[in-house]
């Protein structure tokens, strides 16, 4: 018995011993939640800076974009403080203004010296009902990479349209090399991302007048159709097997394997395909805007910032790492060190050595980048609370009616339905 | 004597076929995730007979520099620790629910099995209010406690049955012999009952290797475990398929030792193996 009570008390002793209590919302310390991307894991790798300079501890989690979620809403939710700062994506953030999930900063950010050097389209873009809530760090668009050497032996230049694309996917399309592929899982990231640049392009829009504040559901058009079925040709008569399930990441393999002439991506995507380190093909591999409609061309955006929440038990040293992170020496920094050339802090684009970085990777990047991010709307994506879940309804009936199951024209007018459901008009 | 029929060698050859199917069907993810961990990221998806030279170990030497190893390491000690804490409280708990005459044993069986059915969603939320209030968050104290509810209701049922299986008469001699009860439970009661001890302590351990649920939410950064982690090669626009290939197998190799030993353990407790 005593053997026994002396093995309880030295496990007892040892469990006490290997729990670190980590502290939470110390007075100097900052626990950040972001997820894995570029910039987000350059960051993690400056926390010692960020300590040199403040004398303030940054806990930086970089996690998984699922576990990410499901962190955020139980900490938010359970208004629990234990983050301080988080990763807001511009595409939720109404939803997390109208949840009442993040704290407003605006007296904060106007009190920022780098204001004035973040560009002004991502920046207004975390603004609603009058109030900054978070501040942007990067705006990736949509591009599209093509296969210089297949379009020279096809006798075929770069499509310019839609159109065009359709005849020239029908020249070099072949069982070998399929013509083109685009994310098309349904969600509001996959192909909601992607889908929109097809459908802003033939004149096709969400609502009535989203600008003018008429948000009666209108999806359901002949531009949107026309759009559809453009997109729906192009996947299924001219893409690789089972592209009709494709997602980023099974774009950017084909790509990388040689199995598609054309890929219409975001800007991390895109750029991986051009970089003679990530793809084999990178050097018969050219880069340039999506291809335009008759209502213009119009790249996807999407935005990523730093926010407060609600419950962050202090504020002030929040912003301070705001300030810190979103600052042209801390971007230049990540900029340098990770595939990152999607910053929206301007002065960044200014350093030689950044310029020299992406220029090698491809001598057009940044140009296209910039022309991209110029043509880009600020809510290509509706900035709503509802877009998630409207997003994914619309995802879904597209993806229906690529894959067969239902037609283009029931798609669109459930797409519709569940809009005004969902809107409750 | 051996059935020679021309029926019976039929029936077994199509039985092996049968078996070497299923077997095919069962090995193909684990054989697809080992040949992925070497392969390039550049040809991940292509049919490896196409490029059977673009093999690399660069997934192995990548995955040593990145936070994995620590969280394999983290899922070790909380593994370990829960099912040995659980082992020291419910072993001698699932002696005394066997051998005492304690009124009110039903209700306990009861209410153990109870916390064993429900979903570890029931505990989660109010776990995490209160983790985050006592500072318990992310530390192995906390993490370890949290999983004693998972570990400690399955080894108490556990051990309750396989002592009841053990004759009253082998510790009522040992005490008549002048041991105390203390001596006669560890001497006696609970060698006979190892095969179950060992059995419930590997399933344990096993319960807490495989969680993700609870390190979802109560891990950050220091102490998250490894299927967690494995998660972390999923980024906004990427997927690392070679670490994730490689994590894989890092999650599988330690189970498989255990299952060997498992599988023997688990037959003998089942069948109720008490030396007299």
Redesign the interface.
């Known amino acids: ?1 005593k ?2 009570l002396s ?2 008390f030295s ?2 002793v ?3 011993v ?7 919302n110390a007075a100097d310390e900052l ?1 950040v939640v972001m ?3 570029p910039y987000t ?1 350059g960051l993690a790798a400056l926390a010692d800076d960020f300590e040199a300079k403040t004398g303030i501890k940054a ?1 930086i ?7 990410f979620e ?2 955020i809403t ?1 900490s938010f939710t ?1 208004k ?3 983050i301080d700062v988080v990763h807001t994506p511009v595409i939720q953030v109404q939803r997390w203004v109208s949840a009442g999930w993040l704290k407003p900063i605006t007296a904060e950010v106007d009190a920022m010296a780098v204001k004035s050097d973040i560009m002004a389209g991502p920046l207004d873009a975390y603004k609603i009902n009058g109030e900054q809530w978070a501040v942007p760090y990067m705006a ?1 668009t949509g591009l599209m990479t093509y296969r210089k050497d297949i379009l020279e032996e096809a006798g075929v230049e770069v499509p310019q349209t839609w159109e065009d694309m359709l005849s020239v996917a029908a020249k070099i399309h072949n069982d070998d090399t399929a013509a083109i592929a685009m994310r098309a899982v349904p969600g509001q990231g996959f192909n909601m991302f992607i889908f929109p640049m097809v459908m802003r392009a033939y004149g096709g829009k969400f609502f009535e007048d989203y600008t003018g504040g008429d948000l009666t559901p209108a999806i359901n058009s002949p531009e949107t159709l026309e759009a559809l079925n453009v997109y729906m040709k192009l996947l299924n008569d001219y893409g690789p097997q089972g592209a009709g399930n494709f997602n ?3 774009v ?3 790509a ?2 040689g199995q598609i002439a054309f890929a219409v991506e ?1 800007t ?2 895109a750029a ?1 395909l051009v970089d003679p380190e ?3 093909f990178a050097d018969k591999t050219g880069i340039t805007l999506p291809p335009a409609g008759p209502a213009g061309r119009s790249p996807a955006i999407a935005v990523h910032g730093l926010g407060i929440p609600a419950s962050a038990k202090n504020p002030e040293l929040s912003a301070k790492f705001i300030e810190w992170a979103v600052s042209t020496e801390t971007m230049t920094k990540i900029a340098l060190a990770q595939p990152f050339s999607n910053f929206t802090t301007q002065p960044v684009a200014q350093n030689e050595e950044v310029v020299a970085k992406y220029s090698k990777v491809h001598p057009d990047f940044l140009t296209v980048q910039a022309e991209a991010l110029n043509l880009a709307i600020g809510h290509y994506r509706p900035l709503l609370p509802e877009w998630p879940a409207l997003g994914q309804a619309i995802g879904e009936n597209i993806n229906a009616a690529l894959n067969g199951l239902s037609s283009p024209e029931e798609a669109l007018e459930a797409a519709e339905q569940e809009m005004r459901d969902i809107l409750g008009n | 004597m051996i059935d020679n029929t021309r029926s019976f060698r039929v029936k077994r050859v199509f039985g092996f076929g049968m078996m070497w199917v299923l077997l095919f069907f069962a090995a193909l993810p684990t054989v697809w995730v080992l040949i992925m961990s070497f392969r390039e990221q550049s040809v991940m998806f292509e049919a490896f007979w196409k490029s059977p030279l673009a093999v690399t170990l660069d997934n192995y030497l990548g995955i040593t520099r990145s936070d994995f190893p620590k969280a394999l390491l983290n899922s070790f000690i909380c593994a370990g620790l829960s099912t040995l804490l659980a082992m020291i409280v419910g072993v001698p708990a699932g002696f005394a629910l066997a051998k005492s005459r304690l009124s009110g044993k039903f209700y306990a069986s009861w209410l153990l099995l109870l916390l064993r059915m429900a979903p570890p969603v029931g505990f989660v939320i109010p776990l995490f209010l209160l983790y985050v209030n006592a500072g318990l968050i992310d530390s192995y104290f906390g993490l370890i406690m949290a999983y004693m509810t998972l570990t400690l209701p399955l080894i108490v049922w556990s051990m309750w049955n396989s002592f009841a299986q053990v004759p009253d008469e082998l510790i009522e001699a040992a005490i008549m012999d002048g041991a105390s009860l203390g001596k006669a439970f560890l001497l006696v009661a609970l060698p006979a009952a190892r095969p179950g001890a060992v059995a419930a302590a590997i399933l344990g351990f096993l319960i807490v290797w495989n969680d993700f649920f609870y390190a979802l939410i109560i891990t950050r950064s220091s102490t998250v475990t490894a299927p967690v982690a494995v998660m972390n090669f999923i980024s906004y626009d990427s997927v690392d398929w070679g670490s994730i290939a490689v994590a894989s197998i890092a999650l599988t190799l330690p189970i498989l030792p255990l299952m060997v030993i498992a599988n023997r353990y688990i037959v003998q407790s089942l069948s109720g193996a008490v030396k007299g």
Request: net charge positive; charged share 15%.
């Open positions: 018995m053997k026994f093995t309880l496990a007892t040892l469990a006490g290997v729990s670190t209590s980590s502290v939470v626990n997820f894995g991307m894991k806990n989690d970089v996690i998984g974009q699922d576990v499901n962190r139980l359970g629990s403080g234990d990736a980023f990441a099974e950017q393999a084909a990388q394997n975001g991390g995507i991986s990530k793809s084999k």
